[in-house]
Structure formats: structure tokens, C-alpha cells
């Protein structure tokens, strides 16, 4: 029986496995399953499946990846000769910037490529593990590093760099002037330790050429990447990204890395799409066999991850409405149930999100690529519930490519809510749907209301196929 891959995000249909948690058995071929069955990973239709050939190579096992890696007598955590991984894994984070939740921790991978003359250590890490850092320098008899290539100023990457300096005299910050700037202001880096490049400039190791690409916001407006031009390795620090602890070097599971790249770039990359479309412009104009980023593993399979964004970026979305609400005595709870399950009903994808329970991160996971988002909320002190304030204005934040928004909620005596939302969504390019206030719970008039919003939500998404 053949195997399917989802075209959006890679997940592998293998029919010998069924997806038992949507009610497919094991054994069961692709074409059988029910039309409306949908990708267990992203969420797309069966439609956006196609058969995979048997010669394709579409998944890159870490047995697979260490067959490569035989016979070059290569270290548990060399990428390829003379490249290593020296970062850290920070398996019990929970949270980033107090802001981002962490469910599986994250690394900051800093790498050495040791040239013939001289040595570069690629990023450092967060200063709360450089303890990790220093000790896989130490392992592989590290004595000397010429030069610190800071790729971005954020202190997840650049944190331990004044700590490197002191252990390795003589060490010079290679960046760009706009890091420099940044470096010396958030960690007191003296001018004389820089050196300072420009735009495709390269820096000779001995056999080994580092050639500086400029990125800008993936993820700060000084964020570079860095490429290895003999062995074809990207350095694109956040760039490409994900957030998990892993003692796997490089990708093991593709549709997992690419759900945990989705989250990565719906909570960090989003808001900058513009710049990232450049960017990847930029980088495919070079032969890449490795991508090395600095959070999550190593993609021995770039396609993977470069196909993923320019989804992710383009202007398309997909049929789907996101309601994130909150309900304080009921009355909202019942207007987004029956809004979603009319919804439903007209054939629509609908993900509620209580505020108050949901993981922030899979709110944002989903606006990636989501046509439709309503808010809902009950009135409080005159205005939308803080939680829900706290979505429009994340959602704002984000930037996503949302075609459609709108309000629902409830109301005792009155207030500003819909006033409120609307002006926190002043970024989003998105149409805005009548809003549908309703004093107290629901009445025969307010169900014919939410019929008329399914109704034009229904109809808006058909406009979309
Ligand atoms: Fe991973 Fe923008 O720092």
C-alpha cells in the first residue's frame, strides 16, 4: 500500500499505521479514508496529499544520517569535519522572554568549524549554560578560538560572549556594525574586541571560508547568517529555528521538527514576513547541504524547512476559523458553542481557544495560516475581558495573514468592547465582520444573528477555494 505526504507540512500518511486518534485504522490504504479526514499534524485536507515515491527520500532517519556520517571517523557531535556543535540544551525551560511558552524546553546551539590556521566559534549561548558550552570546548581540546562570530545580539546567542573573551585572549566579536552597537550596549563588549563586516564579506580559517549574509529580522534588525562555503553549511542562527531540548544533532522526526518550527515561527518570525521572503531570496542563491541554526536540530535536508516557510509566508490561508473567547457567567460560552457548531455545520474548520486554558503558543501556531479569527467576549468594566484584549492584541502583534475578523459577546448594560478590539487590530489587513453584542444570553433574534455571521463567514471562505 502506498504512503501519502502532506504537501503543507510533510507528514507521512503510512496506511500500515492508520492515524488511530482520528479514527483510522492500521491497515487502512489512503484512498479509503473518509474525504474529510484532514492532516493529523497541520490540519490541511486529504486533497493536499500526494503519493509518495517509493525512490523519494522524504524522511532522513538518524540511522540513515549516521550511515552518511560512517566511515568519516566523525564525533558524536561533529556535523561534518572540522564543524561541531558545542552548544547547550536547556530541557527544563518553560518559558522564553517571560513571554513565549517553552512545552519542550530549547538549545542554544553555538558551532566550531576549526580551519587549518584558524578557529571560529559560532554564537555562544544563554550565560545560564555556558557551563555546557565551555565544557564541549574543553572535550575537544579547544585552546584557542581567534574569533566569535555573533550572528545576533540577542542574549540567548550572545549572552556568553563576554565570558569567551575572557577565557580566550586575543579572541576577536566578528559582526556586523549594527550588532556591534547592540553588543557593546547590552553587554558592555569593549569597541577593540570587534571586528566589523559587511555584506557578503568572507573570512578566511585556513580551508574552512565564512561568508557573512546579512538577514535582517529573523529576528532583530541586526540578525546576519553565516555560511560555510567548502562544506555548505548555514549558520542561520534563529532563523529556521525550533524551540526543543534534544540530544538528536541533526532532524529525526521531519513533520514533528516542522511542527515545532511552525510554533517557533508563529511566536518569533511571523510579524517580519516581508523581510523573511528576502531573505530566503537571499540564502537559496547558495548550494546549502546543512542547515544550522541555533535553536533545534541541524537540517541535513534544507528543502524541508525552506519549503515550510515559504508556506507559511505566502498569502495563502486555509479554511479554518480561530474563536479565542472567554466566558464569565455562560452567556459567551453558549454564543461561541452555537456560532461553532453552525460553523461546522456549513462544512468550516472552527478551533475555539478559552483564554484562559489554552496554551498561548497553539493559538499562535494556529493564525499562521488561519482565513477567519472572531473574538469573543463578555462585557467587563465597560470593555472586552483582559484575556481577550490579550489575544487581539497578540494577534496584532503577530501580523498574521488573516482575510477576516469579528467580534461576538455579551452584554449586561453596556460598554466599548467592540470599539476596544477594533483598535487593537490597527495591523491586521483583515476584513472586519458585523459584531454580534447580546444583552444577557440569547434570544430567537440573537441565533438568527450568528446564523447571518455563519453565513457570511461560510460564504467569504468559499471565495477563498
Ligand atoms: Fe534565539 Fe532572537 O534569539
Known sequence: MKKYRCVVCGYIYDPALGDPDSGIAPGTPFEEIPDDWSCPVCGVSKEDFEPL?????????????????????????????????????????????????????????AYLVVGKEKTALIDTVDPELMEDLFEHLDRLGIEKIDYIIANHAEQDHSGAIPYV???????????????????MDLLDVDEDDFIIIKESEELDLGGKTLKFL???????????????????ILFSCDFFGSHRAT?????????????????????????????????IEKIEKYKIRFIAPSHGPVYPRPKLIIDAYKDWISDRVENKILIPYISMHESTEIIVKYLTDELVARGLKVIPFNMNKTDLGNFAIELVDAATVIFGSPMVLGGAHPQVVYAAYL???????????????????????????????????????EPVLIKGTPKDEDYD??????DKIAELHKSLE
Open 53 to 109: 515515491e517509493e525512490e523519494t527520500k522524504l524522511v532522513k532517519t538518524e540511522n540513515e544520517i549516521t550511515k552518511e556520517r560512517e566511515g568519516k571517523n566523525l564525533t558524536y557531535n561533529e556535523i561534518t569535519e572540522g564543524v561541531y556543535f558545542v552548544g547547550a540544551e536547556h530541557w527544563d525551560r518553560r518559558i522564553f522572554d517571560e513571554l513565549i511558552p517553552l512545552p519542550d524546553g530549547t538549545s542554544y546551539n
Open 165 to 183: 573573551l575572557d577565557e580566550f585572549e586575543g579572541a576577536k566579536v566578528v559582526t556586523n556594525a549594527k550588532a556591534k552597537g547592540m553588543l
Open 214 to 232: 546579512m538577514t535582517p529580522w529573523v529576528h532583530w534588525p541586526e540578525t546576519m547568517s553565516t555560511y560555510l562555503v567548502e562544506d555548505e
Open 247 to 279: 540530544s538528536h544533532l541533526f532532524v529525526e522526526n521531519e513533520h514533528k521538527v516542522v511542527e515545532d518550527a511552525k510554533r517557533y515561527y508563529a511566536e518569533i518570525m511571523m510579524p517580519f514576513r516581508k523581510h523573511i521572503k528576502k531573505n
Open 395 to 433: 494577534a496584532n502583534a503577530l501580523r498574521p495573514k488573516t482575510k477576516f475578523a469579528g467580534i461576538v459577546g455579551s452584554y449586561g448594560w453596556g460598554g466599548k468592547m467592540v470599539d476596544q478590539i477594533k483598535g487593537l487590530l490597527v495591523n491586521l489587513q483583515a476584513e472586519m465582520l
Open 449 to 454: 444573528k450568528l446564523d447571518t455571521l455563519a
